[in-house]
């Protein structure tokens, strides 16, 4: 059974940075795309990063020098650090791991930027 599990949201002041993870089991995020999404109140959701199998990134322009995607094979995690937080950075965060057929996500975790 395949699991991911995001952690490291919660509240920060703005100009503040955050890590979240995407820790997995029941799957290898090296063998596929891991992508970072965000879903703000009443806003579609957007793909913020992404890292693929290669290790190559990519990032919404709205992030681009903020944060930083990374990958640690041997915790099979992925990383999102995010720094200079801005109010809209708001969001539910998730997990992502795509490997076709397969397209798995997280439940989320809260980023909070206050003001």
């Given amino acids: 059974q395949v699991q991911l599990v995001e952690s490291g ?3 920060v002041q703005a100009g ?3 890590r979240l993870s995407c820790a997995a089991s029941g799957i290898i995020l090296s063998m596929g ?3 970072w999404y965000r879903q703000a ?3 579609q959701r957007e793909l913020v ?3 693929s199998s ?3 990134t990519n990032y919404a322009d709205s992030v681009k020098g903020r944060f930083t995607i990374s990958r640690d094979n041997t915790k099979n995690t992925v990383y999102l650090q995010m720094n200079s937080l801005k109010p809209e950075d708001t ?3 998730y997990c992502n ?3 076709l057929p397969g397209d798995y996500w997280g439940q989320g975790t809260q980023v909070t930027v206050s003001s």
């Fill in 33 to 35: 795309t891991v992508n």
């Fill in 97 to 99: 791991s795509r490997r």
């Fill in 54 to 56: 290669g290790g190559s």
């Fill in 91 to 93: 969001a539910v965060y």
């Fill in 41 to 43: 109140p009443g806003k």
């Fill in 9 to 11: 949201g919660g509240l």
């Fill in 16 to 18: 503040g940075s955050l």
């Fill in 49 to 51: 990063a992404l890292i």
